[in-house]
């Protein structure tokens, strides 16, 4: 089992930055990646970021350049560096950590909204 508790979200004006942290608790047996998903309302959840734990990073397409995912392992945590926010970025943030295709365990999220 694994717990995962998100923090850092909030209200940014476009062309901010924030920085999203994920506490991550519990068996870390078999975990393959670290992730963070969002989902903005009306749309599906969709992956923004990734790092393996071999440190292999992948991002969405819209990410392009604004997002940086990181991993502190001395402190368990997982971090989402997001600049030039803009509106569309508005969103629930999700951490997400891989165990199979099918095995993965949520944070509870949290929200970040970008106004213009």
């Known amino acids: 089992q694994v717990q995962l508790v998100e923090s850092g979200g909030g209200l940014v004006q476009a062309g901010g930055s924030l920085r999203l942290s994920c506490g991550v608790s519990?068996?870390?047996?078999?975990?393959?990646?670290f992730d963070w998903y969002r989902q903005a309302p009306g749309k599906q959840r969709e992956l923004v970021a990734t790092?393996?734990?071999?440190?292999?990073?992948n991002y969405g397409d819209f990410v392009k350049g604004r997002f940086t995912i990181s991993r502190d392992n001395a402190k368990n945590t997982l971090y989402l560096q997001m600049n030039s926010l803009k509106p569309e970025d508005t969103a629930v943030y999700y951490c997400?950590?891989?165990?199979?295709?099918?095995?993965?365990?949520w944070g509870q999220g949290t929200q970040v909204t970008v106004s213009s």
């Open positions: 997400h950590v891989t165990i199979s295709v099918y095995v993965g365990y």
């Open positions: 519990g068996s870390m047996f078999g975990i393959k990646s």
């Open positions: 790092i393996s734990t071999g440190g292999t990073t």
